[in-house]
């Protein structure tokens, strides 16, 4: 459908730096002891040598991305009910719900789109039908099939990520400030967030009788008992916004996952795949002096730790989405679950690269798509594989 394009690596490699680990050992140096698990957790970043408090199993990742995306929902119905002084509580809950869901997605159903989830073959697909259709996630076959096409393809015009996000008006060649304004209108644009929906429901009636009853089923249960606990504005903080925050999330995390249309000649194709793949960590650089020197520079850190590159690990970069590079190394590993230890472990053997913050991330991605030539303007896509794209999202 497309014609291949490709842009320069040499700019990029100016942001994207190998030495990433040097604002985290930082963070070691001038933070507590007591303080590490929950850095690592927060800015998806682990020191050398650390070791997971717990070590994360694929049955303990569904519990969490059931507690979230359910207890976030049930959360929201619960503060309905309380007084006014706890409706500001309504943002924290509906994050947590987007988290869950995106969480199901990101991690649970994308292992098992790889077939490597639980190692149950029946089970693992019993559980993926089960999350698309209660989260509702693209159907798992759709999913896997598109996800597929993404690993061969990863970076280019002809991976299933970069199409959708042309669809969305980030075409190659476009300057910065207008992929940025595009970008903007893509993520308020109510057409996006219909298609979105569209695409979802019909998908799951589409495949085979006895799939969309129990589809029906399973959502209309979910609507009504949302509906009969907290009315019509129940269903609209507790399904209908974190559906568009569910989209807004998955644009921004396609979009930063990889840098695209690049090129090395230099590379092998494996390193350059992996290349392709930046990691993205949520933090910045602590302030030089301590927290008695220097109170206010430790104090406006701590309120962007905790307000902005949280809300960015919790709302997008998910689970082990920050070191996405390693599953693109090693996608079949055993340890996905605590792919943030392994990605550190591997680090000086596979070189890998990343960026702090999600600004960053997103700078990277829109300048490698505005450094690389314009596709053939010709190369249009008609509304059935619009919606074939927008399933793997």
């Avoid at 604002?23 to 682990?46: D, N, Y």
């Avoid at 993404?150 to 959708?164: I, K, Q, R, Y």
């Avoid at 019909?202 to 009788?209: K, N, S």
């Amino acid at each position: 459908m497309f014609h291949d394009t490709k842009g320069s690596r040499d700019s990029i490699a100016t942001t994207a730096q190998p030495d990433t680990l040097q604002i985290r050992l930082k963070m070691g140096a001038r933070l507590p002891a007591w303080a590490q698990p929950g850095l690592t957790w927060v800015t998806g970043h682990a020191l050398p040598g650390q070791r997971p408090l717990w070590r994360q199993t694929p049955q303990s990742q569904l519990a969490i991305g059931l507690v979230l995306a359910l207890g976030g929902l049930v959360t929201t119905l619960l503060l309905l009910h309380l007084s006014w002084h706890w409706s500001p509580l309504v943002v924290l809950s509906v994050s947590v719900t987007v988290s869950g869901a995106r969480f199901g997605q990101t991690n649970l159903l994308h292992q098992i789109a790889h077939g490597h989830f639980c190692g149950r073959p029946r089970l693992d697909r019993l559980v993926g039908h089960g999350l698309s259709m209660l989260l509702l996630l693209p159907p798992l076959d759709q999913y896997a099939a598109a996800h597929i096409v993404h690993h061969s393809e990863v970076g280019t015009l002809n991976d299933p990520d970069f199409a959708v996000l042309r669809l969305l008006g980030l075409e190659a060649g476009s300057p910065t400030k207008v992929l940025v304004r595009r970008l903007i209108l893509a993520l308020v644009n109510p057409r996006t967030h219909l298609t979105f929906f569209r695409t979802r429901v019909l998908d799951h009636l589409r495949h085979g009788v006895l799939r969309a009853l129990v589809f029906l089923l399973v959502q209309g249960a979910l609507v009504a008992t949302v509906v009969h606990a907290g009315g019509l504005t129940g269903w609209v903080l507790g399904c209908g916004l974190p559906w568009v925050l569910f989209n807004v999330s998955a644009i921004l995390q396609v979009l930063t996952e990889h840098v695209w249309l690049c090129e090395h000649e230099d590379e092998a194709p494996s390193a350059h795949r992996r290349h392709l793949t930046v990691g993205r960590f949520m933090g910045e650089m602590p302030p030089e002096g301590d927290a008695i020197s220097s109170p206010v520079e430790w104090a406006g850190w701590w309120l962007r730790l905790l307000t902005v590159h949280l809300g960015a690990r919790v709302l997008v970069v998910q689970g082990p989405l920050p070191g996405h590079d390693e599953h693109h190394a090693n996608a079949m590993s055993d340890e996905w679950p605590n792919a943030i230890f392994l990605r550190e472990a591997n680090r000086e053997r596979r070189v890998y690269l990343g960026v702090w913050g999600l600004r960053a991330a997103i700078d990277l991605s829109l300048r490698s798509i505005s450094e690389a030539r314009r596709a053939n303007p010709t190369d249009t896509v008609d509304a059935a594989e619009r919606d074939r794209l927008f399933r793997g999202m």
